[in-house]
């Protein structure tokens, strides 16, 4: 079917004729790019470039200075909505370990390997077969005792001494490994800190042999999963209650360091060896990941940011916001714990089994969807109240350990000596509060107001809309409407002396803002059945025209609006099955920003220019409305300049303006309707709509 083309122009003259239209050739064509004046086209991306040498023309003041306050409210006829599911989008991650291994043959297999040293397989080259770093003894290597995705664990046996002379565990790293590209592993910086502190292995040796970085360190019994795969997939309650309370103890300390361990699973907690007397104590082992949430230098929390792109941990435990990339902190390794705690208890979490390109995005809605009832029904209630509380910790909030630690308190036999884990860490995390606070328990919160629920396992469809202060304008709005009204609309607006600023679509039906204060001097727009349409918009900037306005409708028809008048000097689009942050970030590295979003159906359109007149830009990505972000963005000066949002996902990208308006104040609604009441409120306070888009948030 040929694309449906309704393109109308409107044209003003120039309001500031002083400005010469040939004096200023701006931008330099990109290489990439064949004849001049032609756009570069990324075969494989559906990318479009365009640079072209002209001059641009700013009219914003012209428009600007209109002090018309008089504002016309069209409000389109109501029309039934119609609710569409739209299918789910996927998002690549740099993946860095091994979360393509979750699936229902467990990753956990790995830590069981017990081969001995000459069978270790082909790819890595051969452990030596006797070792002797950083003025270590001469140490025989034995049976290897796990694998990892970066090292390798091997029993060591001092050469010389008596058969009883203790075993240690050897970690090896080769030279050429993911971990070792600018020298000794990072893992021994943190081991350096933490290693013998309270459920942290000693390392009493490291150094480097041949080509291998090797760690001699306290050697450890079987890993939680070993302990899992071996009980016929179950643990009692008790038994996992008894985990949960001394493993919040170890995270507690290694919190209190500074550190948060980054990748806290049932594989990574290691008993003592058996036979010893530490073989009902918990360890926790692997330090690859580990970050800082405190700043070594100042003492404060590191700062808060969200990259989409990276991935850090194991899919299957990690935290909500470790899969949309968001920086570590203490929640995250109480998120992963929860998980850990639930999988051991139930044998399965529910998001296990999903596979291909897009596991880490399908995972990562499915917890978010999974309400604590659900993930923990049949489980003693202390597991959900747990988890309950971690999802609800915000980023810089100190998890009150102590009371965590209290839930499980019913579950666990009331003499600490028979427990099946050895609880003597948490014992004295209680007993250091109580001091502290004059009592033992935690009970003082629970008189508390109960906190707003993150994970209500039901997803919610809204208009999100963000006001900005203004100088008092006209701004116009019409919104349900059908494809063949939006003409009549615009022509009047046009006619009236508006543009159209932003578009938004809530299932096939349109919403339009046009207003007096956009500074451009010519629009057109097309209406079209592809998202988007190439070939127009590529017309159109060779006309000098760029994207200013951009929505998608669920049956994946577009509406593009592009405008002269715009302070863009080259403009980009992608259009992508999910969101694409990678292509964001290289274009920002080339002077572009985000001027426009849009979606159709679970497709983005992400539209980006050059001279958009940003100093800086963030992307805020979640599957709900990110609140929390958003606060702290605002909070270090940005202000929310584009919106999207699917069926599953609201996108927000924040900047800050290279020159700050007199006013700052910017809000966002959330509305089941289209917000025509409270716009109303909003322009008597001088607030006007900059950006709008229906989709994913939580009612
Ligand atoms: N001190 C130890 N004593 C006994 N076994 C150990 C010890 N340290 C590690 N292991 C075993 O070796 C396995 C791999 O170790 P580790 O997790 O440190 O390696 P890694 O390559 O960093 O793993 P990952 O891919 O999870 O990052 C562990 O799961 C555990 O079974």
Known sequence: MPPQLRTRRKTTQNPNPNQNPNQNPITKPETARGRR???????????IALARDHEIIDNRLGLNNNNETNRVVVVEDEEEEEEHHAPQVRVSRDIKKQDIMDDDCDSGGRSADKAPAADDEGTTPPIPEKVQVGGSPLYRI????????????????????????PEVALKFEHKSSKGCNYGPPYEWQVYNVLGGSHGVPRVHYKGRHGDFYIMVMDM??????????????????????????????????MHSRGYVHGDVKPEN??????????????FLVDLGLATRWRDNSTGLHVEYDQRPDVFRGTVRYASVH?????????????????????????GRLPWQGFQGENKGFLVCKKKMATSPENMCCLCPAPFRKFIEYVVNLKFEEEPNYAKCISLFDGIVGPNPDIRPINTDGAQKLIYQVGQKRGRLTMEEDDDEQPKKKVRIGMPATQWISVYNARRPMKQRY???????????????????????????????????????????????????????????IMEQWEKNYYISAIAGSTNGSSLVVMSKGTQYLQQSYKVSDSFPFKWINKKWKEGFYVTAMATAGSRWAIVMSRGAGFTDQVVE???????????????????????????????????????????ETQETLRTSDFPSTHVKEKWSKNLYIASICYGRTVS
């Open 269 to 282: 907690f290691l008993l003592g060896s058996p036979g010893t007397h530490d073989e009902k104590k918990l």
């Open 37 to 47: 004046g032609r756009p570069a086209r990324n075969r494989n991306h559906n990318t």
């Open 322 to 346: 470790a899969h949309l990339g968001r920086t570590g902190s203490r929640r995250d390794d109480l998120e992963s714990l929860a998980y850990t705690l639930i999988f051991l208890l139930r």
């Open 142 to 165: 034995d049976r290897k005792l796990g694998k990892g995705g970066f090292g390798q664990v091997y029993v060591g046996r001092r050469v010389g001494a008596g058969a009883g002379a």
């Open 478 to 536: 019409h919104y349900n409407v059908a494809d063949l009204r939006l003409p009549q609309h615009i022509e009047k607006g046009y006619e009236d002396g508006l543009f159209i600023s932003s578009v938004a679509c809530c299932t096939n039906l349109w919403a339009l803002i046009m207003d007096a204060g956009t500074g451009f001097s010519a629009q057109v727009y097309e209406l079209s059945s592809y998202f988007l349409h190439k070939e127009w």
């Open 220 to 253: 450890l019994g079987p890993s939680l999963w070993d302990v899992w795969n071996n009980k016929t997939h179950t643990m009692s309650a008790e038994m996992v209650a008894c985990i949960a309370i001394e493993a919040i103890s170890i995270l507690e300390k």
């Open 621 to 663: 990505l979640d599957f709900l409305y990110p609140s929390e972000g958003i606060h702290r963005r605002w909070d270090n000066g940005y202000r929310i300049t584009s919106t999207a949002a699917t069926y599953d996902q609201a996108a927000f990208v924040l900047s800050i303006p290279r020159r700050k308006p007199a006013d």
